[in-house]
């Protein structure tokens, strides 16, 4: 499951289910979790960080592939006209975690209007239901 920035974040508010982080940090212990760049490269001003260090975490890296896997799914929204707001990191997490077989797991509506209208073989997972986390 690759963990994209968006969950990342949310991992430690106050808001998510305790149910749901225990399952997380569980998934997280278990080495089932995995970061990429894309995390890495996303900040949060004036956040604390998780309890999750993406260093520890196991790491799928950007292949060639998912590069050229990015750009299809960029036009794959361009074409549904989906692609406005959507940041290229997305794209790169959703091309990664198609290319290692992984699912995403996201606090982002982003991520399911590329499930919902490109050919997406990553499965997308919501952290928590869209609109509950600060």
């Not at 940090?25 to 960080?49: C, F, K, M, Q, Y």
């Not at 940041?87 to 992984?102: K, S």
């Not at 050919?119 to 600060?134: F, H, I, K, M, R």
């Amino acid at each position: 499951m690759l963990l994209d920035a968006s969950a990342f974040w949310r991992l430690s508010s106050p808001q998510l289910d305790p149910n749901r982080r225990r399952e997380v940090a569980e998934w997280i212990a278990r080495g089932i979790v995995a970061a990429s760049t894309p995390l890495l490269l996303e900040t949060r001003a004036g956040r604390d960080l998780p309890p999750a260090d993406p260093g520890e975490l196991p790491w799928l890296w950007i292949t060639e592939r998912a590069e050229r896997r990015a750009t299809d799914l960029q036009h794959q929204l361009r074409a549904a006209h989906q692609h406005l707001g959507v940041p290229p990191l997305d794209y790169f997490v959703a091309a990664v975690a198609e290319d290692h077989g992984a699912s995403i797991l996201h606090y982002d509506a982003d991520f399911e209007r590329l499930a919902a209208n490109t050919d997406l073989a990553a499965t997308v997972e919501a952290l928590a239901p869209l609109g509950s986390l600060p």
